[in-house]
């Protein structure tokens, strides 16, 4: 079974742009939840969807959304890009009933300049 | 804010046991103790979790103690491969609580 693919891997924007990240879950898998981590903060929960709906937020900006869609693959988007973007994003990706056990891709390295 | 407590580092030599502690006073009793660990440049990878008996599998043992208050994460043999940052979390089974990371523990075999 294939596990969760995240794309790209690495990506470099500039500052004032948006960016769009991807998720693929598990097959199989309806949640799909999202993650920021840097060096300064850690591992931060930014946003979950399930069956293509937002059912739970971290505490970020607006400028930080999300979507999922009929099939469970997941976008993020970060629009304004500031500096501070700059980070691992991780996506994991759950079935319903698992006990909350969640499966992580490898990420996506956003670096912002 | 993560409701537990690990040592930032430990180190293990190679072929022996790990032993990682984690401190979570204030467990609820529907809260469930998950550990996870994160390899250089990786995701986090799920390595075991439970409730208040000790638990088993391919990777590692849990040791949950009585009044739950603290647990230990037991890698038997560990190898240089088992080198990673060690995360323990205190979450309930079921809902829709996001998984909330502390510092973790990082640790490191040595040869």
């Known amino acids: 079974k294939a596990g969760v693919t995240q794309t790209p891997r690495y990506l470099i924007k500039t500052r004032g742009q948006q960016v769009t990240l991807s998720c693929s879950p598990i097959s199989g898998h309806r949640s799909v939840s999202w993650y920021q981590q840097t060096p300064g903060q850690g591992l931060q929960f930014l946003f979950e969807y399930f069956s293509e709906t937002q059912r739970n937020k971290g505490n970020f900006p607006g400028r930080f959304s999300g979507r999922q869609f009929s099939n469970s693959r997941s976008e993020m988007n970060v629009s304004t890009l500031e500096l501070g973007d700059s980070a691992l994003y991780l996506c994991?990706?759950?079935?319903?009933?698992?006990?909350?056990?969640?499966?992580f891709g490898a990420g996506t390295r956003l670096s912002v300049l | 804010d993560a409701k537990t407590t690990q040592p930032p580092s430990m180190d293990c030599a190679e072929g022996r046991a790990a032993n990682l502690p984690c401190n979570h006073s204030t467990i609820s009793g529907n809260e469930y103790v998950y550990w996870y660990r994160q390899i250089h440049s990786q995701g986090p990878q799920y390595i075991i979790h439970g409730l208040k008996n000790n638990e088993t599998n391919e990777m590692a043992s849990l040791i949950i103690t009585e009044d739950r208050k603290s647990s230990t994460l037991i890698l038997p043999h560990a190898t240089l491969r088992d080198t990673a940052v060690y995360y323990c979390i205190v979450r309930p089974v079921s809902g829709n609580t996001p998984l909330v990371f502390g510092k973790g523990t990082r640790l490191s075999v040595i040869a």
């Open positions: 994991a990706s759950s079935p319903a009933l698992a006990k909350n056990i969640q499966y």
